[in-house]
C-alpha cells in the first residue's frame, strides 16, 4: 500500500523508458521530461532501459548531476523493465507513472498487480494507417486508469476515428 503523502511534498513521477543518458529518439523525450518535470518541482526517477548501473543518484557523474533524478536500472534480460517494475513502483512509490515508448514495450504496465497505486500516462508514437485493432485495449485501459497521451495531432485523429469516445491530448515529440 502506497503511503499518505503529506500536501507539502512534491509528487513523484516515475518515467519508464530508454535511459536518458543514450542517443535515441525517446531518451530525447525523457531529457525532456524531466527537465521539465524536476523545473515544476516534481521528484523524479526514471527506470532506465537500455542501463545497467547501480541503482541511486550517481551524483558522481555529470549527466546525472545534470538531470538530478534518482535512476532504477533494468537487468539484462529484463525487456523494457517489465520483471523489475512492481518492485521499482514498490520503493519509489510515484504518484504517476509515465512510460515513454512503443505500445508493445508497455503494454504489460496494464497487468501490473500495483496499477491502483499509481496514475498512468502512456506517451507513444502512432505514426501509419490503419490504426492497430490490437491497440483499441491498451488505449482503452490507459483511458480508464491513466491519461494516454501521443506525439501528434495524426495520431490523435487516427485514434479518435477508431475510438470516438476517448480523449488522446498531444504532446510534441521531443
Not at 6 to 35: H, K, M, W
Not at 63 to 80: A, I, K, M, N, T
Not at 109 to 121: D, K, N, Q, V
Request: hydrophobic share 40%; net charge neutral; aromatic share 16%.
Amino acid at each position: 500500500m502506497a503511503r499518505r503523502r503529506q500536501a507539502s511534498e512534491p509528487p513523484r513521477i516515475l518515467i519508464c523508458g530508454d535511459y536518458f543518458g543514450i542517443n535515441t529518439g525517446f531518451a530525447r523525450v525523457n531529457r525532456n521530461l524531466i527537465r521539465g518535470f524536476k523545473a515544476r518541482g516534481y521528484e523524479v526517477a526514471q527506470h532506465c532501459w537500455f542501463w545497467y548501473g547501480q541503482t541511486g543518484r550517481g551524483d558522481q557523474d555529470v549527466e546525472q548531476r545534470d538531470y538530478g533524478c534518482f535512476r532504477y536500472p533494468v537487468q539484462p534480460g529484463d525487456g523494457f523493465g517489465k520483471r523489475s517494475f512492481e518492485a521499482v513502483t514498490q520503493d519509489w512509490d510515484p504518484d504517476v507513472v509515465v512510460s515513454v515508448g512503443d505500445v508493445w514495450m508497455t503494454d504489460w504496465i496494464m497487468a501490473s498487480p500495483g496499477r491502483g497505486r499509481f496514475f498512468w500516462i502512456p506517451y507513444f508514437p502512432l505514426d501509419a494507417l490503419p490504426f492497430p485493432t490490437g491497440w483499441v485495449p491498451f488505449v482503452a485501459d490507459a483511458a480508464a486508469f491513466g491519461q494516454p497521451i501521443v506525439y501528434s495531432r495524426y495520431a490523435a485523429g487516427l485514434i479518435g476515428q477508431a475510438m470516438p469516445e476517448t480523449n488522446v491530448p498531444v504532446v510534441g515529440f521531443g
